[in-house]
């Protein structure tokens, strides 16, 4: 699956720029101008990382930063600022506001891909799942593939099996349906219909795992998050 990066910038040849080589190196990229794009592509499109820029019309990026981190559906998005040398206090402040690292302009396309990769490398890591999950009456074996509750054996299609994990692997985060279209399905633009296809699917895994359904969580109006008590 492509990471998505999400570039908030509003001068546009460096948008520009970072976009050929971001995408060179593999990556999905979006952008956003301004802080209202740039919260409403964060919460509907889910991007596996950010690059914001301090220097914002509007809303400066010191507040998009603590607004990012402030709304739930955003707050785990690793966010990598853009500084300028003359910023060298705001930077301090960013980090302190939740950024995960900085890259001071002017760059180098290697330099700020390794940091993306560094950053990108370390939040994996959290979220790396056991070989073998359990909570309560819930065991997933990934190896075999196999889920079973209380020691029977749950029969899950593999779009089923594809959801359980993939809300697993964020546990405690909350995952938009297009999110989920995307990466389960591969839909790019999500309409009614296909949004519907995750909530049905949703629901004949829920029926599935009987008890165990009570860990995934619903969002009304926006997706799913998997939650265990511990
Ligand atoms: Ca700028």
Redesign the pocket.
Known sequence: MKEKILIV???KD?VKMLRYNLEKEGFKVIDASDGEDAMDAAVRQHPDLILL?????GMD?LEVCKALKKESKTSSIPIIM?TAKSQESDKVVGLELGADDYITKPFSPRELIARIKAVLRRVNEKEKIPEIFQAGDLKIDFSKISVSVKDKPVELTSKEFELLKTLLKARGRVLSRDFLLDTIWGFDHAMEIQTRTVDVHIRTLRKKIKNASKYIITVKNYGYRFETED
């Open positions: 910038e509003d001068e460096i820029d301090l220097m914002l019309p990026g853009l």
